[in-house]
């Protein structure tokens, strides 16, 4: 089983739209929670992250969290062709491994006109 | 954010030989960790560079083939040894302050022949 688990997509969405993404994580002891989005050539880019159940909003990305189903989501609002690039989940397991990420497989995400 | 630059940007090597990658940032940091990222996958951890100590490995990395140093908090190399077109990958270095944020260098783009 893997740690991180993401669909791959693509996923596409027109402009304007909410976009969703997915992840599942296996280490129930993980503590905080992370979003990279990665255009094509280019290194991860820190989006979001989040450790406490919920949602936490920045503009208009929103994050939420649920640790009892083990499940992490991104909410993209009002998608832009900007916003096409492979969205990386990313999990802290804390404690001693504190800092060190594993990475889901990444969603594909393509926003059209 | 830390701004954070690796050299090379890229380079093609001959089976066989060594590179040393760097990493430098423009302010101290507590962490520092090596990744790569294997054509059309997802980042994987090869070690943590801990500052005047030896690096800490994940598995499937070893120190003989990925020797790393850290010499103080803004500085670290990693050296990919003996390589194979296995190797071939974008090899990125990223920092953290201790707090929940994380962020990644430009990358190493690396062929090997």
């Known amino acids: 089983q893997k740690e991180v688990e993401q669909n791959s997509g693509p996923l596409s969405v027109p402009e304007g739209a909410i976009a969703s993404l997915n992840c599942t994580y296996s280490?129930?002891?993980?503590?905080?929670f992370f979003w990279y989005r990665q255009y094509s050539g280019k290194s991860p880019e820190l989006i979001m992250f989040?450790?406490?159940?919920g949602d936490k909003e920045d503009g208009r990305f929103t994050a939420q969290l649920n640790k009892a189903s083990q499940y992490v989501s991104l909410l993209i609002r009002d998608s832009q062709p900007s916003d096409s690039a492979t969205y990386l989940c990313?999990?802290?397991?804390?404690?001693?491994?504190?800092?060190?990420?594993?990475f889901g497989q990444g969603t594909i995400l393509t926003v059209h006109p | 954010s830390a701004v954070i630059s690796q050299k090379p940007s890229r380079d093609i090597c001959q089976r066989g030989t060594s590179l040393t990658i760097q990493c430098q940032v423009d302010?101290?940091?507590?962490?520092m960790f090596w990744y790569r990222q294997q054509p059309g996958q997802s980042l994987t951890l090869i070690a943590t560079?801990?500052?005047?100590?030896?690096?800490?490995?994940e598995s499937g990395f070893v120190i003989d083939k990925f020797p790393i140093s850290r010499p103080n908090l803004t500085f670290s190399t990693l050296t990919v040894s003996n390589m194979s077109p296995e190797d071939s990958s974008i090899y990125l270095c990223?920092?953290?302050?201790?707090?929940?944020?994380?962020?990644f260098g430009p990358g190493t783009r690396l062929t090997v022949t």
């Open positions: 990313a999990v802290n397991p804390g404690g001693t491994s504190y800092g060190k990420l594993t």
């Open positions: 302010s101290q940091v507590t962490m």
């Open positions: 280490d129930r002891g993980s503590q905080s």
């Open positions: 560079a801990n500052q005047g100590s030896e690096a800490t490995y």
């Open positions: 990223s920092v953290g302050d201790g707090t929940y944020e994380q962020y």
């Open positions: 989040i450790y406490s159940n």
